[in-house]
């Protein structure tokens, strides 16, 4: 899942494009609500503060918000939790790299 996701981190993409890689619905991680699911699937973007926009979240995209657009020059952690936490880190740069490149491999 988690690497799959990375695949939709480029210019031009928005956060919703990342969300459309993930499992469609909350059960997945064994609960009943994305609000519920927040801690497990999640990303955001690097910068100033550690927890930047984009905030990449279902629970964003079920309260009706609008997709934010990635652009080159961002830098996204993008984070599941699948029995351990997997934090994983891309930065998006258009002219150099054809996909985004991975910061962080585990």
């Given at each position: ?37 927040v801690a497990y ?66």
């Amino acid at each position: 899942m988690l690497y799959g996701e990375m695949s939709a981190v480029k210019d031009g993409a928005t956060d919703y494009d990342i969300l459309g890689r993930w499992p469609d619905s909350p059960h997945y991680w064994g609960f009943d609500t994305w609000n519920e699911v927040v801690a497990y699937a999640f990303g955001h973007g690097l910068g100033l503060t550690f927890h930047n926009r984009p905030a990449i979240s279902m629970t964003k995209k079920a309260g009706g918000y609008a997709p934010t657009p990635l652009k080159e020059g961002m830098i996204l952690a993008v984070e599941t939790w699948t029995g351990r936490r997997v934090e994983e880190i891309a930065s998006i740069w258009r002219k150099i790299f054809l996909s985004p490149r991975m910061v962080t491999n585990f």
